[in-house]
């Protein structure tokens, strides 16, 4: 009799299990969308660090552009020189340009509307300030912004002496990349 005590508990047991609904618990949905979460932010964060990068590599492109604008000026409208004044021209990332200094009305290359248009290009990329400037007797000129990077303040700047680089020096003033 016991033997037939104890199949008859495995036969419910089996009856219990053959029919019992099946489905997730809700620990298991929980675990399984709290592991969804991490993934998605992990994908997240690395597509922002991407596309700071974007940023700043098309930010580097156009101030290299700057360096291309500033040699046709040099060998055009600047008659073998980058302009007759001192000259300072900041761009804000919203594109308000700020001219200063003794070339404010003066033909530079600061002041040239190509260069302007790629100052204007690489301060919206960056959502910063670029800035350009030129000598007083048009032998120089220098142009730079922050870059859009996140993790440390990080600049990069083109001048006249062919030098085009990333530094952790703000360029505001000066005519030679720091």
Do not use: H, W
């Not at 007759?84 to 200063?100: F, I, L, P």
């Not at 300030?129 to 303040?153: D, F, I, K, V």
């Not at 030098?163 to 703000?170: E, G, N, Q, S």
């Amino acid at each position: 009799m016991a033997a037939k005590i104890k199949v008859c508990r495995l036969s419910e047991i089996i009856c219990f299990m053959v029919n019992k609904k099946r489905g997730f618990t809700l620990i298991e949905l929980l675990v399984v969308i709290a592991i969804i979460g991490i993934l998605a932010s992990v994908v997240l964060a690395s597509l922002s660090t991407a596309r700071n990068k974007g940023k700043d590599a098309s930010a580097q492109a156009s101030l290299n552009s700057v360096r291309s604008s500033a040699e046709i000026y040099y060998s055009g409208a600047g008659a073998n020189s980058y302009g007759t004044a001192a000259t300072t021209v900041s761009v804000a990332a919203n594109g308000t340009v700020t001219n200063s200094g003794a070339g404010t009305n003066t033909l530079s290359t600061c002041n040239d509307t190509d260069v302007q248009k790629l100052l204007k290009a690489a301060a919206a990329q960056t959502g910063n300030a670029a800035t350009c400037n030129s000598t007083a007797n048009g032998t120089a000129y220098a142009a730079g912004t922050q870059l859009a990077s996140p993790t440390t303040a990080t600049y990069y700047c083109v001048d006249s002496t062919g030098v085009a680089k990333t530094t952790t020096t703000a360029f505001t003033t000066g005519t030679v990349c720091p």
